[in-house]
Structure formats: C-alpha cells, structure tokens
C-alpha cells in the first residue's frame, strides 16, 4: 500500500504528463518518463513512449468540447501507471523511483489556466492597474490579488 505522499506524487506525474504534451517540455518529459516506467529494460521504454505518443495524439485530436474529459482521462492513466509502478517496487527502489518522478514533474511548467477574452477583452499575464481620474477596476479570475492596506492616491497629470 503506497502512503498518501507517494500518492499524490503519482497523481502530480500525471499531471505533469498532461500539461507537457505539446510543449517545449515534451520531448524531455517523455524520455524520462519512459525510463522511469521502462526500469532498464528496452522493451518497457518502448512500450512507454508508445503509450506517451497516444497520450499525446489523444489530447491533440480532442476537440474543444471533449478537452476537459479527454485530460481527466489521461491524467487517471499516467497516475494509475505510476502507482502500479511504486506498488510493484521494494522500498529502495521505490525511493528512488519517487525521486526521479519528482524530478520528472519539477520539469515541467506550472499550467496556466486556459484565459479567453471575449469581445473587448483583454489577456494578460502581469497586470497593472492604475487609478486615472480616481476611478480603478480589475476582475481576477485566475489567482491571488493583494492589494497594501492603503494604496496611493494616483496623482493627477497636469497638461
């Protein structure tokens, strides 16, 4: 039986897997991700890259309406197959099997919520919201806002 920590590893590799295909991390992840499951022998880093490239082709041929679906169920095999992988594991080696999974998810970018703006939207990243005239709004849909206890007072241009 696996603890909760080696868990919740699992479930982060298979999110790493997800969020990696069809990025620049890809190629990267993929290698390692195959000898991590492959454990030395030709055969298994194969038969991974092969599962990587349907993971891949899976999540590239969904279509908008069938995304959200398609990543769950990618994301609940890559976590099924790096549990089966730990459980199948004596304690030595399953450290370490944990350790380079670790090393596998730190590679790959933290996601970015899908961001979409519609008719006079904007999309950005870093956002700057400054008071002209003492008028100030901003809508945050994708993370923390901290604001100081008491922001400055814009000052006025003068022409």
């Not at 008491?150 to 003068?158: D, G, I, L, Q, Y």
């Amino acid at each position: 039986m696996l603890s909760e920590a080696m868990v919740a590893m699992a479930a982060a590799g298979g999110s790493a897997v997800v969020q990696a295909a069809g990025t620049d991390a890809w190629e990267g992840l993929r290698a390692r991700v195959a000898r991590l499951l492959g454990r030395g022998a030709a055969q298994g880093e194969q038969d991974a890259l092969a599962r990587l490239d349907r993971t891949r082709t899976a999540l590239e041929s969904a279509g908008d309406d069938d995304m959200a679906d398609a990543r769950t169920r990618q994301q609940a095999a890559w976590q099924t197959r790096f549990q089966d992988l730990l459980e199948g594991l004596h304690e030595a080696e399953r450290q370490a099997a944990v350790a380079e999974l670790e090393a596998v998810v730190a590679q790959v970018p933290p996601p970015r919520p899908g961001m979409a703006a519609g008719d006079g939207g904007l999309v950005a990243h870093h956002v700057s919201v400054r008071a002209d005239g003492g008028i100030a709004g901003g809508v945050n849909n994708i993370g923390d806002v901290t604001l100081g206890a008491n922001p400055s007072k814009p000052e006025r241009e003068h022409p």
